[in-house]
């Protein structure tokens, strides 16, 4: 998998120099202009790299952002991957991977969900605690090192109080809880929420868990922030549609970059 990264890994570098970057920050549909807090940002097209899998998706502008943040060296990525786009776990992880190769320690994956639990409507945020993996793969499927890995500590909830509390401060609805992935690319029925409320989700996407499983696995420190586009099939009085995901999930794209610069700060005074 890394061989075919050098390309973009060497053109990053020659612009931005070769200290190892600290964050990487995936972001979901609708989000991408989250990036725009970052300084001195480089654009590199995916569509330039061979390392990418070559597919489009409406929301996702398909490229990497590298810059400074609050004094991190930081990696936006517009654009995700998913594996109803015909792709399999491990192609999904391709930003993670390169996130890994150029140092990042610490890896934030944003995404758009419809939310199951009553208290998350659209416009709130959610943290992410834990994930029901309803995908049918697993990035680590085929891993020849030590793939048996402990998931029982996945996403770092060191900082939810305190992000909750800055939340409140600045008007932001920001929850914890549960994140079920299903492989779409159709919306779940009814009788499926249903099911999965049962199950424990609070909320349900088509994305983050690959990239969450494989970034534990490369020991990175793995933060989750769901951004809530809809009420879950059958909880809302309208028709899903991805366009009303991605109209909605724009208005996301302010908070989560104040969301962002307070997590780095939390996680800056650790040291």
């Known amino acids: 998998m890394a061989q075919g990264f050098d390309q973009l890994k060497e053109a990053v570098q020659e612009l931005l120099g070769g200290e190892p970057f600290d964050l990487a920050v995936i972001l979901g549909s609708g989000l991408g202009d989250a990036a725009e807090i970052l300084d001195q940002g480089h654009i590199f097209p995916y569509s330039d790299y061979t390392c990418f899998p070559a597919v489009e998706l409406a929301g996702h502008a398909g490229r990497l952002i590298a810059g400074s943040l609050q004094g991190w060296r930081v990696l936006f ?3 995700r991957f998913h594996l109803y786009q015909d792709l399999d776990a491990r192609q999904v992880c391709a930003p993670v991977h390169l996130a890994h190769l150029l140092g990042c320690r610490f890896l934030l994956l944003t995404n758009a969900v419809g939310g199951i639990r009553q208290d998350l409507v659209p416009g709130h945020f959610m943290a992410v ?4 993996n309803l995908l049918g793969d697993n990035p680590l499927r085929g891993q020849c090192s030590d793939p048996f890995l402990d998931l029982s500590q996945l996403y770092d909830q060191q900082h939810h109080a305190a992000l909750q509390s800055f939340a409140a401060q600045r008007g932001i609805g920001l929850e914890t809880g549960v994140l079920a992935a299903l492989q779409g690319p159709s919306y779940e029925t009814p009788a499926e929420i249903r099911a999965l409320g049962l199950l424990g989700a609070d909320a349900v996407s088509m994305s983050m868990v690959p990239e969450a499983i494989m970034g534990k696995y490369l020991e990175m420190r793995v933060a989750g922030l769901s951004y809530v586009a809809n009420r879950a099939a059958g909880l809302g009085s309208s028709p899903l549609s991805h366009q009303e ?3 909605v999930g724009r208005g996301g794209a302010a908070p989560l970059a104040e969301l962002i610069q307070k997590l ?3 996680w800056q005074e650790e040291s």
């Open 77 to 79: 990525f517009q654009g």
């Open 129 to 132: 605690s834990d994930h029901i």
């Open 245 to 247: 995901v991605l109209a």
């Open 264 to 266: 780095i700060l939390l």
